[in-house]
């Protein structure tokens, strides 16, 4: 079935740095896709979203870019803090229906002071 | 405005007993979702309800599994005699509307552990 992967299971940065972390999507009916942030034993939280009439969308201190041609999202984060340690999931669903959001496998980020 | 709470926070079940899942939405929120986190792994859409419907539960196991939200109280995900493959965190979310899937919010979830 269709699915949602990330090309790398853990990314370790120093502070200060930026990140990238990388997802690859094989839906290209979906045309709403979210990052979300999940600290160890909490629930995932909403960081930001993009449609797929956009390229690019800025938050504070983060970016999602999306290429639809080779289906590919990113997550970028500015100046990396080690608050910014956890895992990170891209999603995608459709704007048209609920919430049935289809998630990848995650990427651990792990920011070292 | 308390978010959506999930209680119990971590649950142990022998294998055969039943795990009941308790969610109560965001005031104001009457779409819920649950989702299924196995270790190391993303979440994996379970099952949509409103206020007593069920709207899609194409991600259900066919057997054992149960999802209900009734007029009043909390949505109940109830799973009868537990295996251990049932082990996993298990994650309810709230919407207002349904169809936006940006005003969704996610419960810090229930860690079920079968032994």
């Known amino acids: 079935g269709e699915s949602v992967g990330l090309h790398l299971p853990t990314l370790s940065v120093q502070e200060g740095d930026n990140s990238i972390i990388n997802c690859a999507y094989s839906n290209s009916a979906s045309d709403y896709f979210i990052w979300y942030k999940q600290e160890s034993g909490k629930g995932p939280q909403f960081i930001i979203d993009i449609r797929s009439n956009m390229d690019k969308r800025q938050g504070q201190r983060v970016t999602v870019l999306l290429n639809k041609t080779v289906k590919h999202l990113s997550l970028q984060i500015a100046a990396t803090q080690p608050g910014d340690s956890a895992v990170y999931f891209c999603?995608?669903?459709?704007?048209?229906?609920?919430?049935?959001?289809?998630f990848g496998t995650g990427t651990r980020l792990l920011v070292s002071p | 405005n308390a978010g959506v709470m999930q209680n119990p926070r971590h649950l142990v079940r022998r294998r055969g007993q039943e795990a009941r899942l308790r969610c109560s939405p965001m005031k104001g929120h009457s779409h819920v979702y649950w989702y299924r986190q196995l270790p190391e792994e993303g979440l994996k859409f379970m099952v949509y309800l409103q206020k007593e419907n069920i709207i899609d539960e194409s991600g259900m196991p066919k057997e054992r599994f149960s999802a209900e939200f009734p007029k009043e109280g909390p949505s109940i995900l109830r799973i009868q005699q537990v295996v251990r493959g049932d082990s996993a965190a298990y994650f309810c979310a709230s919407d207002a509307q349904g169809a936006k899937v940006t005003e969704a919010f996610f419960g810090q979830g229930t860690r079920l552990t079968v032994v």
């Open positions: 999603a995608e669903g459709f704007t048209a229906g609920f919430q049935k959001l289809v």
